[in-house]
């Protein structure tokens, strides 16, 4: 083992060097790499270091012989059989150098869990443009149960970015919904604090009292588009907060269960006449491209939820083509 010097690429800049470190050499801990760092033997640009020092492209990183991790960790493509490759391309509806856009089904989980032997996370390295690339990662999340757009950085200086813009709400999300009743207001903001019960594929989110010490804010702007007789309504929904199963309980809360929803709203949430799946679509994404702009990307309506469209006579229009503004 020897002394290895590293060149931060342009992806990576404004990283932490801890988080480089984590990146590059899994193997070391942050106990360990601060040890290097108070002894002078990690340094960039010849200086000493801290571990929150932040890294610019071109710096040389000096890397003294590191156990296990020789050499920077390789992201190696994994097989994956041909038609998965395929189901996972068929869900593209924006790609560029920087991001990947998909349009989820209903009932794909994102990544793996108990009970789950099939998911996004799995499929990833079918969105590899090269065998040398980096592997794909996911930005974000959505229920297994809940349809539409799933979003994917191409390199990890861009899955960086796109985590700070949905931490800053810089990210404009907007879901569409089919529940039962109708909201009364038609529109408004659901500003209802919420709380997890229990732990692992049986916990559910529950609507919890402000002095509550396990109680987390969550806000939703919601609005009537459409309704049928009273009995069902189309919303569109743009959360502000991102908890768990939020819009699901908040439509809950207003006496307006999600149509199909499995998990929240009882009985009143399956009435009969309807395909028996979530009625939660991740409609559209309206966020800071990472190059610069905006870029806003819509996806269609899963055949579940069409099919409940045409039956209320709810009018969905045509999805507009991903737009980039700016940049």
Same mark, same amino acid.
């Given at each position: 083992?020897?002394?290895?010097?590293?060149?931060?690429?342009?992806?990576?800049?404004?990283?932490?060097?801890?988080?480089?470190?984590?990146?590059?050499?899994?193997?070391?801990?942050?106990?360990?790499?601060?040890?290097?760092?108070?002894?002078?033997?990690?340094?960039?640009?010849?200086?000493?270091?801290?571990?929150?020092?932040?890294?610019?492209?071109?710096?040389?990183?000096?890397?003294?012989?590191?156990?296990?991790?020789?050499?920077?960790?390789?992201?190696?493509?994994?097989?994956?059989?041909?038609?998965?490759?395929?189901?996972?391309?068929?869900?593209?509806?924006?790609?560029?150098?920087?991001?990947?856009?998909?349009?989820?089904?209903?009932?794909?989980?994102?990544?793996?869990?108990?009970?789950?032997?099939?998911?996004?996370?799995?499929?990833?390295?079918?969105?590899?443009?090269?065998?040398?690339?980096?592997?794909?990662?996911?930005?974000?999340?959505?229920?297994?149960?809940?349809?539409?757009?799933?979003?994917?950085?191409?390199?990890?200086?861009?899955?960086?970015?796109?985590?700070?813009?949905?931490?800053?709400?810089?990210?404009?999300?907007?879901?569409?919904?089919?529940?039962? =009743?109708?909201?009364?207001?038609?529109?408004?903001?659901?500003?209802?604090?919420?709380?997890?019960?229990?732990?692992?594929?049986?916990?559910?989110?529950?609507?919890?009292?402000?002095?509550?010490?396990?109680?987390?804010?969550?806000?939703?702007?919601?609005?009537?588009?459409?309704?049928?007789?009273?009995?069902?309504?189309?919303?569109?929904?743009?959360?502000?907060?991102?908890?768990?199963?939020?819009?699901?309980?908040?439509?809950?809360?207003?006496?307006?269960?999600?149509?199909?929803?499995?998990?929240? =709203?009882?009985?009143?949430?399956?009435?009969?006449?309807?395909?028996?799946?979530?009625?939660?679509?991740?409609?559209?994404?309206?966020?800071?491209?990472?190059?610069?702009?905006?870029?806003?990307?819509?996806?269609?309506?899963?055949?579940?939820?069409?099919?409940?469209?045409?039956?209320?006579?709810?009018?969905? =229009?045509?999805?507009?083509?991903?737009?980039?503004?700016? =940049?």
């Amino acid at each position: 083992m020897s002394v290895v010097n590293l060149t931060v690429s342009e992806d990576e800049a404004g990283i932490r060097l801890d988080r480089y470190f984590r990146r590059h050499y899994p193997h070391l801990t942050q106990g360990a790499l601060q040890k290097l760092c108070r002894t002078g033997q990690i340094r960039v640009e010849g200086k000493r270091v801290e571990a929150s020092t932040r890294l610019e492209p071109g710096q040389s990183v000096r890397v003294p012989p590191i156990p296990m991790a020789a050499k920077p960790s390789r992201d190696v493509p994994r097989p994956l059989d041909d038609k998965l490759v395929r189901e996972i391309q068929r869900m593209v509806v924006y790609q560029d150098k920087h991001l990947i856009v998909l349009n989820k089904p209903s009932g794909l989980a994102v990544q793996g869990g108990p009970g789950i032997t099939r998911h996004v996370d799995m499929m990833l390295d079918g969105l590899r443009e090269n065998p040398e690339d980096p592997r794909p990662r996911l930005v974000h999340r959505i229920d297994r149960d809940t349809s539409g757009l799933l979003l994917l950085a191409r390199t990890p200086g861009v899955a960086a970015k796109l985590a700070a813009s949905f931490r800053g709400r810089d990210v404009k999300k907007t879901y569409w919904a089919v529940v039962v =009743g109708r909201p009364d207001p038609l529109s408004g903001e659901i500003d209802q604090p919420l709380a997890r019960l229990g732990a692992g594929p049986g916990a559910i989110t529950v609507a919890a009292d402000r002095k509550d010490e396990d109680a987390q804010s969550a806000r939703t702007v919601y609005e009537v588009l459409d309704s049928a007789a009273r009995k069902f309504s189309w919303l569109g929904l743009s959360p502000l907060t991102g908890r768990t199963h939020q819009l699901r309980v908040h439509c809950e809360s207003l006496g307006t269960p999600i149509l199909g929803d499995p998990k929240y =709203g009882g009985a009143l949430a399956h009435p009969s006449g309807f395909t028996d799946q979530l009625h939660l679509h991740a409609r559209e994404l309206d966020m800071p491209h990472p190059a610069g702009g905006r870029l806003v990307v819509s996806a269609e309506l899963p055949p579940h939820m069409r099919e409940t469209f045409r039956a209320l006579g709810f009018i969905p =229009g045509t999805t507009p083509p991903p737009a980039r503004k700016g =940049g």
